[in-house]
C-alpha cells in the first residue's frame, strides 16, 4: 500500500510539472472569467430609497415606467463543479504512446489545483464504464483520491502509468442506471463532461448534452 502511494504521489509531481510551466496563472484567471465571474452577482430590482448609490440605477426601468428601481447584488457563489470522466475503452487509444484518458487526467489535474486557489470544489463521476463517484474535495488531496480510484478500477497500474489493457462490458442495467444518473444531472449548473463521446453519441445517450449549463470538452487525441 505504502508503494502504491508513492507511485501516485510520483504520478501527481510528473503531471504537475508538465502542466503548470507558466501557464498556472493564465489558467486561473479563465476558470475565475468562465466560472466565477466578477465576485457579484444580480440578485433583484427594488424601489428606490433615499440613501441609495444612483449608480445603482437601472435607468432603463426609470424611462419605462416613471419610477426608480435599484439593482441589488449578492455575494456570488462558490462553485461547485460536477465533472463527468468518461472511462470507456475507447479512452485508452491516443497517439505518440500518450492516451486520451491520460490527457483527462491532466485537465482534471488542473481544475482540482485551480479550484482550490478560488476556494470552490469538484466532485468527480466515472461514467462509460463502472460508474462510480468521488465526493466533492479540492487542491493535491482531491487530485490524490483521483488517482487512487482510478487505480482501484484498473485503469491505473502499480508504477502509475495508465493501463491500457483495462477492459469493462456495460450490461444492459448498468446502462441504465447511468442513463438514469444522467437525467439527474440534465439541470444541473457547472457540469464539465470530458470524453471522445463515442459510446455517448448512440441514440439514448446524446439528449443529455444538450442542457445550456453543461460544457463538453471532446478528446481527440492528447492535448
Known amino acids: 500500500m505504502k508503494r502504491k502511494i508513492e507511485k501516485i504521489k510520483e504520478k501527481i509531481s510528473s503531471i504537475k510539472l508538465s502542466l503548470f510551466k507558466g501557464a498556472y496563472k493564465e489558467n486561473l484567471g479563465k476558470f475565475k472569467s468562465n466560472f466565477k465571474g466578477n465576485g457579484l452577482q444580480f440578485k433583484e430590482h427594488r424601489s428606490y430609497v433615499y440613501g441609495d448609490d444612483i449608480r445603482d440605477l437601472n435607468w432603463s426601468l426609470l424611462a419605462k415606467n416613471g419610477s426608480p428601481y435599484v439593482k441589488t447584488y449578492e455575494e456570488e457563489r462558490n462553485v461547485n463543479l460536477i465533472v463527468l470522466v468518461d472511462i470507456s475503452q475507447s479512452m485508452l487509444y491516443g497517439l505518440n504512446n500518450v492516451s486520451k484518458l491520460e490527457a483527462c487526467i491532466e485537465l482534471i489535474c488542473l481544475l482540482y489545483l485551480l479550484v482550490n486557489e478560488t476556494n470552490d470544489w469538484i466532485s468527480v463521476h466515472f461514467v462509460g464504464g463502472k460508474l462510480d463517484s468521488i465526493k466533492k474535495s479540492r487542491g493535491e488531496e482531491g487530485f490524490f483520491n483521483f488517482l487512487m480510484k482510478l487505480k482501484d478500477h484498473g485503469l491505473l497500474k ?55 449549463y453543461w460544457r463538453l470538452f471532446k478528446i481527440s487525441s492528447p492535448i
Open 158 to 212: 502499480e508504477d502509475g502509468e495508465i493501463n491500457l489493457s483495462y477492459s469493462y462490458k456495460l450490461k444492459k442495467d448498468e446502462i441504465k442506471k447511468q442513463e438514469l444518473f444522467l437525467e439527474g444531472l440534465k439541470s444541473k449548473k457547472d457540469v464539465i463532461f470530458f470524453s471522445d463521446f463515442h459510446l455517448w453519441t448512440q441514440k439514448g445517450f446524446a439528449e443529455y448534452f444538450f442542457s445550456n
